[in-house]
């Protein structure tokens, strides 16, 4: 109860996807000194540098860093429209990950497109070309997380403009802790698939659609343990892929804690209903982290940003 009083205030203001959330053991060293950047990168933040570069850079796909403080060499381009996807928002390209996201993407919405009423997946975004810090999320930075709309797909032949104005549909009620009339056996089924991939590390999920999981799944409920409550996540839901194998210079996120995290979730619903007075022996919140720089993230990124 306490981990809920001291964090419930704080992480209810960060909208932004997977923004603070379950990012145990993702912080990689920098091996960079501020005399070891370039000076064309000095005075800006890595933000700005790495949404100046409109493609990847021209080197082997490799994730760099962890989900919140790394970046992308060789990354590749999700096709815009696909047999069973479109990429949604393409003027932010944000489309480009790594080769086994890719892969994943493809996967699961081949597998989307075999349930009811959808047509595939719309996707939502990735990374940038070169990964790194990017607007609107804390994450998405290596190219190993996705946000898939929760809205199915009528139909992919979306047109760039359509693309821009079309929004998401809400699967929330009273505030995360129900889901509402639009979310259906099927949002469960492609949330379960996502879960079972062997690639997959994390779901992010609001906590009514959790607990809901958990009550309707009448199997072996071990899957589950990756769907991760967390506020904010009920227009989308982002998947997170383990390092690759052999990926020596991608930093792994710690495992979800053991069991089915079903308790869990059922205690952020208790608390969203109602919730508990604040813990006066509570640590004060955490300072807002600052922008990043090239010297919080690991070495190679730079070299990442001077390739071609």
Known sequence: MARWRSAAAIMLLLAACGQGADTRGSQPQPVLSAQDIPASMQGLTAKQLFRAKPVASAEPSRALGGHSQG???????????GPTWQAMRLSRNRNWGHPELIDFIEVLSKFAATQP???GLYVGDLSQPRGGPVSGHR???TGLDVDFWMLPPKRLNLSR???ESLSSISLRRANGAYTNAAYS???HEILKAAAKDPRTTRIFVFPGAKVRMCNEETGNKAWLRKVRPWFGHHYHFHVRLRCPKGARDCVEQEAPPPGDGCAEAEEWVRNILNPPPPDPNAPPP?????ELTMADLPGQCVAVLQSP
Do not use: D, F, I
Not at 71 to 81: D, F, N, R, S
């Open 139 to 141: 994450s998405h930075q």
């Open 185 to 187: 056996r099927q949002h």
């Open 161 to 163: 403009a359509e693309r």
């Open 286 to 290: 955490p300072r807002p982290r600052g």
């Open 117 to 119: 009423g959808w047509e």
């Open 71 to 81: 970046c992308l060499a060789g990354g590749v381009e999700l096709a815009e429209t």
